[in-house]
């Protein structure tokens, strides 16, 4: 075990150029190819939904459950003030969370903690598994991290540096997808249940303003992200 721990917490050799340039091509194709955005997109999902549970956390209230749907919607439950700062960041945080996520993710793979990042994402993934309460939340969450596991444990440094910049990748760019995906949705199907539209009910802020204000913290992080690795 004691081996284990050591080789979690030692760093390892930033994969070469190509690799990481090879990773973000890939990356964004997943984002912009549609076939394989419809697979991928469930990872985003866990992210959001993780988003949430996080800060309902961190705000004081009572998280009760997360579902996880095989369309990539989702849904968080916690227990706490129905108004006040708490709930609308909790709200807030679902569409930021992504994008978040692969920034911290950066940090990480600035520092060369490839096997250190890895196994975080296996233990926030067991953490969150706890709290899913459908069948094809256990499977979605699992099937992620059996992903996450096989590589981390089974494959080469040089592997799994490939594959960790790949997913943070991925985290920083899929997260602008979803904004634009919401707001075409909100003008083809209005619902009153969408993250956009509850910050509206708890701010009397307009939801586009709150579909704008995604899309631009999203933007933005998307560019620091980029430019960190890449200058």
Avoid: K
């Avoid at 340039?21 to 959001?48: K, Y």
């Avoid at 108004?83 to 793979?109: C, D, E, K, Q, R």
């Avoid at 520092?111 to 975080?120: G, N, P, Q, V």
Wanted: aromatic share 10%.
């Amino acid at each position: 075990m004691g081996d284990v721990w050591r080789e979690v917490l030692s760093t390892q050799e930033e994969p070469e150029r190509w690799i990481v340039l090879g990773a973000a091509v890939l990356a964004l194709a997943a984002v912009l190819f549609t076939p394989v955005w419809r697979v991928a997109r469930n990872v985003v999902t866990i992210a959001h939904e993780g988003g949430h549970a996080l800060v309902a956390l961190l705000s004081g209230r009572r998280l009760t459950g997360i579902r996880l749907h095989s369309d990539t919607s989702g849904v968080t439950v916690s227990r706490g003030r129905p108004t006040g700062p708490g709930m609308v960041l909790t709200v807030f945080a679902g569409y930021v969370a992504p994008s978040l996520i692969g920034l911290l993710g950066i940090v990480m793979l600035m520092s060369d903690r490839i096997t250190a990042l890895l196994w975080l994402s296996l233990a926030v993934l067991a953490a969150m598994l706890l709290m899913i309460r459908n069948i094809y939340g256990v499977v979605s969450v699992v099937a992620t991290g059996a992903a996450v596991f096989l590589v981390s444990w089974f494959t080469p440094s040089e592997v799994q540096g490939a594959f960790a910049y790949l997913f943070i990748w991925f985290l920083l760019f899929a997260g602008v997808r979803p904004v634009f995906e919401l707001q075409s949705q909100r003008r083809r199907r209005p619902s009153p249940q969408s993250d956009a539209d509850q910050l509206a009910r708890l701010t009397g802020v307009p939801g586009t303003l709150w579909v704008g204000v995604f899309a631009l913290v999203n933007l933005a992080v998307t560019a620091l992200g980029v430019w960190l690795l890449l200058f």
